[in-house]
């Protein structure tokens, strides 16, 4: 069965940083592509980082250049690294994997609240 568990969220100013996590059980993260997605209320839910088998990381220009996406394969854990976060990052965060970068695949993490302060 495969779990994922995202943490990390929390409230900060403009202009700020947070480090998502995702720890996945019941998988690898080496060996399966994974994505960060985000949905801000009355929104639909939205990519915000990609990284699939081979090949580089995927962004949307929303973040691209201030949001950074990784693994660490001996934590079998993805992170979301952001930063110069904006108010319209504010939202609910969650770690997806089993699909690829047009597509989500079916299995989500709970999600974690960023809320970017003006």
């Known amino acids: 069965q495969v779990q994922l568990v995202e943490s990390g969220g929390g409230l900060v100013q403009a202009g700020g940083s947070l480090r998502l996590s995702c720890v996945a059980s019941?998988?690898?993260?080496?060996?399966?592509?994974m994505a960060w997605y985000r949905q801000a209320p009355g929104n639909q839910r939205e990519l915000v980082a990609f990284?699939?088998?081979?090949?580089?990381?995927i962004y949307p220009n929303s973040v691209k250049g201030r949001f950074t996406i990784s693994r660490d394969n001996g934590k079998n854990t993805v992170y979301l690294q952001m930063n110069s976060l904006k108010p319209e990052d504010t939202a609910v965060y969650y770690c997806?994997?089993?699909?690829?970068?047009?597509?989500?695949?079916?299995?989500w993490g709970q999600g974690t609240q960023v809320t970017v302060s003006s």
């Open positions: 997806n994997t089993g699909g690829n970068y047009k597509r989500a695949g079916t299995t």
């Open positions: 990284a699939g088998s081979g090949g580089p990381p």
């Open positions: 019941g998988m690898l993260v080496s060996l399966n592509a």
